[in-house]
């Protein structure tokens, strides 16, 4: 306001427009301290670093000023805004639901068959009355479909579990941490597999084709894959027996266990 002043006076006691236009460019430019731009990038600084003690990391200085005026933070439906921790809670093997019970990547935990699960109510009925209760530990073993589902999550993975105390951390992805911790629960080890079926190749995840893939040696050459469901299930048809029968892919079923798990807010592999 006062650089446009200026300008207007000096035109009216007759001085030239370039004159009074460069004299109100220096005085405008003038007026603004010449450390103002590192006072500023030291206050916000400072601000981030009080944050980061309270356990909130800023990645842009500016945001430190939006930030400060906050009353609510609002994080999404897994937690990770805060945490940065994930859990398996619900599996889907061969027509069965088991609920993973524990939190964080602890192997403190059981993985039971789900007796709640709203996808076969008559199926639901008959499990509820034989265990009594909502799930039950498996006295005679891990089902086969459920073995393999779980030794699937834990050989096609490039993450590991880290033990401090009593404390778990994951050393990679947080979903990979999660499946690792799941197979735990099952008495299944990461390290020992690896030895009777150590990996040739792999696919590493790419989000263009949105899944991974490791081809293992062991009794046989065996490729696992994980991914999102409709990256895989676009490339499945119908699977060969082991006695030669061809087996149907199931599509509408599996889609209807992928619709369960997504109302409880699951994110679903």
Not at 29 to 44: F, Q, R, W
Not at 256 to 269: N, P
Request: charged fraction near 20%; hydrophobic fraction near 40%; proline fraction near 4%.
């Amino acid at each position: 306001t006062l650089a446009t002043l200026t300008f207007a006076i000096g035109l009216g006691q007759g001085e030239s427009w370039l004159y009074m236009f460069e004299a109100t460019v220096a005085l405008a430019v003038s007026a603004i301290p010449e450390g103002l731009p590192a006072v500023v990038t030291i206050t916000l600084a400072i601000g981030v670093n009080r944050m980061a003690r309270r356990h909130a990391i800023i990645r842009k200085l500016p945001a430190v000023e939006a930030l400060g005026s906050a009353t609510v933070i609002c994080s999404d439906k897994t937690g990770t805004l805060t945490e940065n921790q994930m859990t398996v809670q619900s599996i889907y093997v061969g027509d069965e639901y088991y609920a993973v019970s524990g939190s964080g990547y602890s192997t403190k935990g059981e993985i039971s068959k789900d007796a709640t699960s709203e996808s076969n109510s008559e199926a639901c009925a008959v499990r509820q009355s034989i265990d009594g209760k909502r799930g039950s530990p498996f006295e005679d073993g891990l089902p086969p479909g459920l073995e393999q589902c779980l030794v699937a999550g834990i050989l096609c993975n490039d993450s590991q579990l880290k033990q401090t105390g009593e404390d778990w951390s994951v050393i990679g992805d947080p979903t990979e941490g999660a499946l690792i911790a799941a197979a735990a629960k099952a008495s299944l080890s990461q390290s020992s597999l690896a030895i009777s079926q150590p990996r040739l190749d792999s696919i590493p995840f790419e989000s263009q084709y949105q899944y991974m893939a490791t081809l293992h040696d062991g009794i046989a050459p065996i490729i696992y894959v994980k991914g999102s469901v409709e990256s895989l299930m676009s490339r499945c048809s119908e699977a060969l027996a082991t006695d030669g029968e061809i087996i149907a892919f199931e599509r509408p079923q599996i889609e209807q266990a992928v619709a369960i798990m997504a109302r409880k807010g699951l994110r679903v592999l």
